[in-house]
C-alpha cells in the first residue's frame, strides 16, 4: 500500500509540474518515468500464494544449496526455511510430504546407476508422502542418451509402483514454488477446504439454485419451483416433507428423500438405498 501511494503521489507531482507550466529538464527520461510509475501504482496486489497468508514451514537438505530452490524459497513471503542435513529427500514440507528434486538430466543418470529407485525406496518406508519434482525442458535430456522407453519405464516404477507423486517444473523458481503450493493447499485440506470443481455460479440466485440441485431428483425445473415457493435455500431446508410434497414435480416420494439428506448425519433409512435394494 505504501509503495502505490508513493508511485501516484510522485505521479501526481509531475503532472502538476506540467499543468502549471514548468519546465522538466529531460521530458523524454521523465515521460518514461512517469510510464514507470503508473505501472507501478496499478500492479495488481499480491494474491495466492504470493499474498503470504498461510506460513508454510519447509526443511530443505544442506546438499540442496547450490541448486537455487532454497535461494528461491527464501525469497517466498510466508515461508519459513530451515536448512539441515536430511537422512532422504531433498525437502521436508511441514509433516505430510517428503519432496525429492531432480533435474532431467540428474534423473536420467540416476536409471542408468539405479539411484533413483534406491531413494524413491528410501522415501517409500517413512511416514511422509514422496513427491518427485522433475525439473527442466525436455531438451535437457538430448545430450544425456537414456531412451524414452527407459524414461517411461522409470517414471511407472517410481510412481505406481513405489508410490511417488511426479510434478514438473521449468526451473529452480518454479520448483520452489510448486513446494509452497504444495505446502499451502496440504494445510487448507487439513481444515477441510476442499476444492469444488466444475460450474461456479455467479449471483445470488443462482448459487441457490445450484444448492438446490444437490438435492436428491432435483435438477433445475424442481429447483426453481422450491425456490419460488420458499424463498430461500434456508426455508427449504426447515421445510417439512408435507410442505415439500405440496410443490409440482415433488410429491411424497421426493420430498422423504429431501428430508433425509437434509436431516440429521445419523437419520436412518436411506430412501434411495432401500429402495434400489429392494
Same mark, same amino acid.
Given at each position: 500500500?505504501?509503495? #502505490?501511494?508513493? $508511485?501516484?503521489?510522485?505521479? +501526481? @507531482?509531475?503532472?502538476?509540474?506540467?499543468?502549471?507550466?514548468?519546465?522538466?529538464?529531460?521530458?523524454?527520461?521523465?515521460?518514461?518515468?512517469?510510464?514507470?510509475?503508473?505501472?507501478?501504482?496499478?500492479? %495488481?496486489?499480491?494474491?495466492? *500464494? #504470493?499474498?503470504?497468508?498461510?506460513?508454510? !514451514?519447509?526443511?530443505?537438505?544442506?546438499?540442496?544449496? @547450490?541448486?537455487?530452490?532454497?535461494?528461491?524459497?527464501?525469497?517466498?513471503?510466508?515461508?519459513?526455511?530451515?536448512?539441515?542435513?536430511?537422512?532422504?529427500?531433498?525437502?521436508?514440507?511441514?509433516?505430510?510430504?517428503?519432496?525429492?528434486?531432480?533435474?532431467?538430466? #540428474?534423473?536420467? =543418470?540416476?536409471?542408468?546407476?539405479?539411484? +533413483?529407485? !534406491?531413494?524413491?525406496?528410501?522415501?517409500?518406508?517413512?511416514?511422509?508422502?514422496?513427491?518427485?519434482?522433475?525439473?527442466?525442458? =525436455?531438451? #535437457?535430456?538430448?545430450?544425456?542418451?537414456?531412451?524414452?522407453?527407459?524414461?517411461?519405464?522409470?517414471?511407472?516404477?517410481?510412481?505406481?509402483?513405489?508410490? *511417488?507423486?511426479?510434478?514438473?517444473?521449468?526451473?529452480?523458481?518454479?520448483?520452489?514454488?510448486?513446494?509452497?503450493?504444495?505446502?499451502?493447499?496440504?494445510?487448507?485440506?487439513?481444515?477441510?477446504?476442499?476444492?469444488? %470443481?466444475?460450474?461456479?455460479?455467479?449471483?445470488?440466485?443462482?448459487?441457490?439454485?445450484?444448492?438446490?440441485?444437490?438435492?436428491?431428483? +432435483?435438477?433445475?425445473?424442481?429447483?426453481?419451483?422450491?425456490?419460488?415457493?420458499?424463498?430461500?435455500?434456508?426455508?427449504?431446508?426447515?421445510?417439512? $416433507? +408435507?410442505?415439500?410434497?405440496?410443490?409440482?414435480?415433488?410429491?411424497?416420494?421426493? $420430498? @422423504?428423500?429431501?428430508?433425509?439428506?437434509?436431516?440429521?448425519?445419523?437419520?436412518?433409512?436411506?430412501?434411495?438405498? =432401500?429402495?434400489?435394494?429392494?
Amino acid at each position: 500500500m505504501a509503495a #502505490d501511494q508513493e $508511485a501516484l503521489d510522485r505521479v +501526481v @507531482a509531475l503532472r502538476h509540474e506540467r499543468n502549471v507550466g514548468k519546465q522538466i529538464a529531460a521530458p523524454a527520461q521523465s515521460l518514461v518515468e512517469t510510464n514507470q510509475l503508473l505501472r507501478a501504482a496499478r500492479a %495488481p496486489k499480491p494474491r495466492g *500464494m #504470493d499474498a503470504g497468508k498461510t506460513e508454510v !514451514r519447509i526443511v530443505a537438505d544442506d546438499r540442496e544449496n @547450490a541448486g537455487g530452490v532454497i535461494a528461491a524459497l527464501r525469497e517466498l513471503p510466508g515461508v519459513d526455511v530451515e536448512v539441515r542435513r536430511l537422512p532422504c529427500g531433498d525437502f521436508l514440507v511441514g509433516d505430510q510430504f517428503t519432496v525429492e528434486r531432480k533435474t532431467l538430466r #540428474d534423473f536420467a =543418470s540416476s536409471i542408468i546407476d539405479g539411484r +533413483v529407485f !534406491r531413494q524413491a525406496s528410501a522415501i517409500g518406508r517413512n511416514p511422509r508422502r514422496g513427491v518427485l519434482v522433475l525439473e527442466g525442458s =525436455s531438451a #535437457d535430456l538430448h545430450s544425456v542418451g537414456v531412451q524414452r522407453e527407459a524414461l517411461q519405464g522409470a517414471l511407472i516404477c517410481v510412481s505406481v509402483f513405489l508410490g *511417488m507423486s511426479v510434478l514438473r517444473a521449468h526451473d529452480p523458481a518454479e520448483t520452489a514454488r510448486l513446494i509452497v503450493y504444495l505446502g499451502r493447499q496440504a494445510k487448507a485440506y487439513a481444515h477441510g477446504s476442499h476444492p469444488r %470443481p466444475g460450474y461456479r455460479p455467479k449471483g445470488r440466485r443462482a448459487r441457490q439454485l445450484f444448492l438446490l440441485q444437490g438435492l436428491p431428483r +432435483v435438477g433445475p425445473e424442481r429447483a426453481a419451483r422450491l425456490l419460488d415457493h420458499f424463498g430461500s435455500v434456508q426455508a427449504v431446508a426447515t421445510a417439512s $416433507a +408435507v410442505d415439500l410434497a405440496t410443490i409440482d414435480g415433488i410429491g411424497e416420494s421426493i $420430498a @422423504a428423500r429431501i428430508r433425509w439428506a437434509l436431516g440429521a448425519a445419523d437419520t436412518a433409512d436411506n430412501p434411495e438405498k =432401500s429402495e434400489w435394494s429392494s
